[in-house]
């Protein structure tokens, strides 16, 4: 053997030895450092906190999510949107959520003095979707732009409880995917499948209340405030009047008297009821008419937060209007 193929081979021992060195080092770190990425990642997923102001908003939002993150939602199931306190709790959890999605003005108006001082990132539905009376600001998630509204009634004549039209609730369900893809790029393919998952669902619901009302005739429907004209409208069904516009204020003693009179024509009418809500003066109203009562909450209180719990909240909405039917 010569002294150069000596050289060689020695060569070609220490290249093979430095070889090995790198493999059993990457595989070592992939021991010891994957691991401890994955469990970055998984953390890191775990930290989103999505914070709806109600609880039918919160459904929505679940869904889209899918299990990524928490799906949080502010204000107790019985309270009552249209004028709240925040708790200093409630306050916090604001504070610390990565996404906050609300209605907007025409609902939740106790918000805007509360979020014109907050740093939290939020997405007003109404302006997203450029609803009621709402202007429109680009982007769709805004900081600041608020204005001052009257804390005790709906912005003109505006109903603000759009997730009780499945057409908007589609709206809404992209609008928070697109917002939460464009904040985590990684997720992005989760949430859109999510999306199509709860789409493909949301048209399969829709059809079987179609089917529902498929060939009933509907007696004259009076509901206690304005918050059905979304789903009434969607399923061509009619609200022959309110008891009062909004549920925190009494209304006054000429619009029931003209209430009363305008029912007494009717042999029989439905009369929609909320859980949330009393009204005592309500049977004084209906006297000498044969009525239907039926209860609707439209606040989805006693609905399981699931990915499913949207589609179980229509449904019941559905269910109490259908006994509006002949």
């Known amino acids: 053997?010569?002294?150069?193929?000596?050289?060689?081979?020695?060569?070609?021992?220490?290249?093979?030895?430095?070889?090995?060195?790198?493999?059993l080092a990457f595989a070592l770190l992939g021991v010891f450092v994957t691991p401890a990425i994955v469990n970055a990642e998984k953390s890191s997923i775990a930290d989103i906190t999505v914070v709806s102001s109600i609880k039918p908003i919160q459904l929505i939002s679940t869904a889209v999510m899918g299990g990524v993150g928490q799906s949080k939602v502010l204000l107790p199931p019985s309270a009552n949107p249209h004028n709240y306190q925040l708790r200093p709790s409630q306050r916090a959890l604001l504070s610390k959520a990565d996404l906050f999605v609300w209605v907007g003005p025409e609902l939740e108006l106790f918000l805007v003095k509360v979020l014109g001082s907050?740093?939290?990132n939020e997405l007003s539905l109404t302006n997203a979707l450029k609803l009621g009376n709402a202007e429109p600001v680009e982007p769709s998630l805004h900081q600041h732009h608020h204005?001052?509204?009257?804390?005790?009634?709906?912005?003109?004549?505006?109903d603000p409880h759009i997730w009780l039209n499945p057409?908007?609730?589609?709206?809404?369900?992209?609008?928070i995917a697109e917002q939460l893809s464009a904040q985590y790029p990684a997720l992005a393919s989760q949430f859109q499948l999510n999306l199509e998952q709860f789409i493909k669902q949301l048209k399969i619901t829709e059809s079987e209340i179609?089917?529902?009302f498929s060939g009933s005739k509907q007696v004259a429907i009076y509901t206690f405030h304005e918050a059905f004209t979304h789903f009434s409208d969607h399923?061509?069904?009619?609200?022959?009047?309110?008891i009062t516009k909004t549920p925190e204020s009494r209304p006054?003693?000429?619009h029931l008297s003209e209430l009363a009179k305008e029912i007494a024509q009717n042999k029989k009418i439905c009369l929609v009821k909320e859980p949330n809500f009393k009204a005592p003066y309500v049977d004084s109203l209906t006297r000498g008419t044969e009525v239907i009562v039926t209860i609707a909450d439209p606040l989805a209180t006693n609905i399981d937060n699931s990915a499913t719990?949207?589609?179980?909240?229509?449904?019941?909405?559905?269910?109490?209007?259908?006994?509006?039917t002949l």
């Open 1 to 23: 053997m010569t002294k150069h193929s000596t050289f060689r081979r020695i060569a070609n021992i220490k290249a093979l030895f430095i070889c090995i060195t790198r493999r």
């Open 118 to 120: 907050s740093s939290v």
């Open 147 to 158: 204005e001052e509204h009257d804390e005790h009634s709906h912005r003109g004549s505006f």
């Open 167 to 175: 057409a908007l609730t589609k709206q809404i369900a992209t609008t």
């Open 210 to 212: 179609t089917q529902l």
């Open 235 to 242: 399923y061509g069904m009619k609200i022959d009047g309110t």
């Open 252 to 254: 006054g003693a000429k």
């Open 309 to 324: 719990g949207y589609f179980e909240f229509i449904t019941s909405i559905a269910k109490s209007f259908h006994k509006c």
